[in-house]
């Protein structure tokens, strides 16, 4: 179990209690030289929001439950991804090519992956976990080729990625309707 927490801050921002918290990062303490069987399990989180709203910053019990985690040596990364129109609208052509969103998830779990050792991570235990759009998020990426060998777990809290049907028809109309807005 961990008693001691590493605490690294960036621009000088003020410290806050969670992963995420405006440049602040807590993990526990770790010799960055320890071997790969000293180093800790990390949940990767995806925060939900029906893909058009939340942040890294504000999921709901983030912060008791990052808590809990790293007194219990896990460390937790909480991401950010694109939202709404700039994340996921798709006209279905090249010029507006659909899941940016996603591949923004996609893009931070490489980086996780590549960098976790450093804040004391094991890279080969990386367990992503999200709720309602987090989730449907995690289910995707156990399908998609792009994500394989960026995790080894997932976590789905209350959503999947059939819960999503693509209509043609919704998708039509909204990029027409939106284009005729602009």
């Known amino acids: 179990m961990a ?11 003020q ?3 969670y992963l995420g918290g405006r440049g602040v990062l807590e993990a ?7 071997s790969s069987s000293n180093k800790y399990p990390v949940i990767l989180w995806i925060h939900g929001g029906a ?4 942040s890294a910053f504000t999921s709901v019990n983030l912060p ?14 909480s991401i950010q991804y694109r939202l709404g129109m700039l994340g996921f609208f798709t006209t279905k052509t090249d010029d507006f090519p659909p899941n940016r969103g996603l591949l923004d ?3 931070a779990m490489k980086f996780v992956r590549e960098e ?3 804040f004391g991570g094991d890279p080969n235990k990386i367990t992503i976990a999200g709720e309602s ?3 449907v998020s995690v289910s995707a990426h156990t399908y998609s080729p792009l994500s394989q060998n960026l995790f080894q777990q997932a976590i789905m809290e209350s959503g999947a990625v059939w819960t999503c049907i693509d209509d043609s028809t919704v998708v039509k109309f909204t990029a027409v309707t939106f284009a005729a807005q602009n």
């Open 15 to 17: 410290h806050l209690e």
């Open 64 to 77: 008791g439950a990052v808590r809990n985690f790293i007194s219990n040596g896990i460390v937790v990364v």
């Open 51 to 54: 893909f058009v709203t939340g």
């Open 3 to 13: 008693t001691e927490f590493a605490r690294l801050e960036r621009n000088g921002l």
């Open 116 to 118: 976790i050792d450093n």
């Open 133 to 135: 759009a987090g989730s």
């Open 28 to 34: 526990p303490a770790v010799d960055r030289r320890a």
């Open 105 to 107: 998830q996609v893009e």
